[in-house]
């Protein structure tokens, strides 16, 4: 099993930038599959990025590409995520997910039923 913790959410005025961060217990941080969700006001979780076991391969919900950037270190049991050129509608619950196992070929893992364990979550808010 891992534990999941995240960090570094908060207030921030649009195209501002914040970087969450996510800290994972345990010595096998590297055998799982990382991702980060979020869950606006009154709307349902959504995918927002993950990153494969060895960090070398990434995916990104259409509306995050190019401003989010999602990072890992196993050596530290961490995985962060960039957010720049933050709008109104970044205004959610941030979770950081973990998932057992490999990514097969060109698929990722985007629903939150694939992802075992979670984080508590962390709130960022976008707002002048």
């Known amino acids: 099993q891992v534990q999941l913790v995240e960090s570094g959410g908060g207030l921030v005025q649009p195209g501002g930038s914040l970087r969450l961060s996510c800290a994972a217990s345990?010595?096998?941080?590297?055998?799982?599959?990382m991702g980060w969700f979020r869950q606006p006001p009154g709307k349902e979780r959504e995918f927002v990025a993950t990153?494969?076991?060895?960090?070398?391969?990434?995916y990104y919900a259409d509306s995050m590409k190019g401003r989010f950037t999602i990072s890992r270190d196993n050596a530290k049991n961490t995985v962060h995520l960039q957010m720049n050129s933050l709008t109104f509608e970044d205004t959610a619950v941030y979770y950081c997910a973990a998932k057992n196992g490999w990514n097969s070929g060109s698929y990722y893992y985007t629903r939150t039923n694939e992802y075992a364990y979670w984080g508590q979550g962390t709130q960022v808010t976008v707002s002048s």
């Open positions: 345990g010595r096998t941080f590297g055998n799982y599959i």
């Open positions: 990153i494969d076991r060895s960090g070398a391969n990434t």
